[in-house]
């Protein structure tokens, strides 16, 4: 069993603000202290592993101390030119399809202008095509609605799978669990650890079972686009 014991400060500066806050609320300090302890031991041939919690409870912090977090920035043109990778445009594709970014007009356009399901996306596609072993995503589908996060996590669960790469999802919605099955769970909640994944789901895309099924667990299938 490993562990990590994280101590983050913050010096509070002087300020006139600051001090009417800290006066108000009897803060007698010069700097916010916030300790984070875990204790954890990854599975081996591990694949998949999510850090989830709510805002506030050091998922990033407990992230950077473990893995490296990917950030991307985009320039203006279209975002199939803006990707950063060695592979051939056929390849680029082939992996926007994987992550559920499937709408070739939509690879026309500039990142800037793609909604946030879009955005996110794009970030999977240029992590999974970085040459790097190990993608660690911070805010996962933090800012897109449930049912688009629970696609992305199925399509990128079933792309990693079959990858030689290894996924971290750092989140703060527990619904995606099922849809990532991961292999380990850090919970910052409770700072603590689990592994082992949970039982199966079935690909939503394929549960059709009469002309009156519209959704599959909780997804309307008329609104999927992968």
């Given at each position: 069993m490993q562990n990590i014991k994280l101590i983050k400060k913050s010096k509070i500066p002087n300020t006139f603000k600051t001090q009417f806050v800290k006066n108000k609320f009897d803060?007698?300090?010069?700097?916010?202290?916030?300790?984070?302890?875990?204790?954890?031991?990854?599975?081996?041939?591990?694949?998949?592993?999510?850090?989830?919690?709510?805002?506030?409870?050091?998922?990033?912090?407990?992230?950077?101390?473990?893995?490296?977090?990917?950030?991307?920035?985009?320039?203006?043109?279209?975002?199939?030119?803006?990707?950063?990778?060695?592979?051939?445009?056929?390849?680029?594709?082939?992996?926007?399809?994987?992550?559920?970014?499937?709408?070739?007009?939509?690879?026309?356009?500039?990142?800037?202008?793609?909604?946030?399901?879009?955005?996110?996306?794009?970030?999977?596609?240029?992590?999974?095509?970085?040459?790097k072993k190990q993608i660690c995503f911070d805010e996962f589908t933090s800012v897109v609605d449930r049912n688009v996060a629970k696609m992305a996590s199925f399509c990128i669960q079933k792309y990693i799978r079959k990858s030689d790469k290894q996924f971290v999802a750092v989140a703060c919605h527990f619904d995606i669990l099922e849809w990532l099955e991961p292999d380990w769970i850090i919970d910052t909640n409770t700072m603590s650890f689990h592994q082992g994944k949970g039982a199966p789901i079935k690909d939503p895309l394929l549960i059709l079972k009469s002309e009156n099924v519209s959704k599959a667990n909780g997804i309307s299938l008329k609104s999927i686009i992968i």
């Amino acid at each position: 069993m490993q562990n990590i014991k994280l101590i983050k400060k913050s010096k509070i500066p002087n300020t006139f603000k600051t001090q009417f806050v800290k006066n108000k609320f009897d803060i007698d300090k010069e700097e916010i202290v916030e300790t984070f302890e875990l204790e954890f031991d990854f599975p081996k041939d591990w694949k998949i592993g999510v850090i989830v919690g709510n805002s506030g409870t050091g998922k990033s912090t407990i992230a950077k101390e473990l893995f490296k977090l990917d950030k991307y920035e985009y320039g203006n043109g279209a975002i199939v030119d803006e990707i950063v990778t060695k592979e051939s445009v056929d390849v680029i594709t082939q992996v926007f399809n994987r992550v559920g970014f499937s709408s070739p007009p939509s690879w026309l356009k500039p990142y800037s202008v793609l909604s946030n399901g879009e955005k996110m996306r794009v970030d999977l596609a240029q992590s999974v095509l970085n040459d790097k072993k190990q993608i660690c995503f911070d805010e996962f589908t933090s800012v897109v609605d449930r049912n688009v996060a629970k696609m992305a996590s199925f399509c990128i669960q079933k792309y990693i799978r079959k990858s030689d790469k290894q996924f971290v999802a750092v989140a703060c919605h527990f619904d995606i669990l099922e849809w990532l099955e991961p292999d380990w769970i850090i919970d910052t909640n409770t700072m603590s650890f689990h592994q082992g994944k949970g039982a199966p789901i079935k690909d939503p895309l394929l549960i059709l079972k009469s002309e009156n099924v519209s959704k599959a667990n909780g997804i309307s299938l008329k609104s999927i686009i992968i």
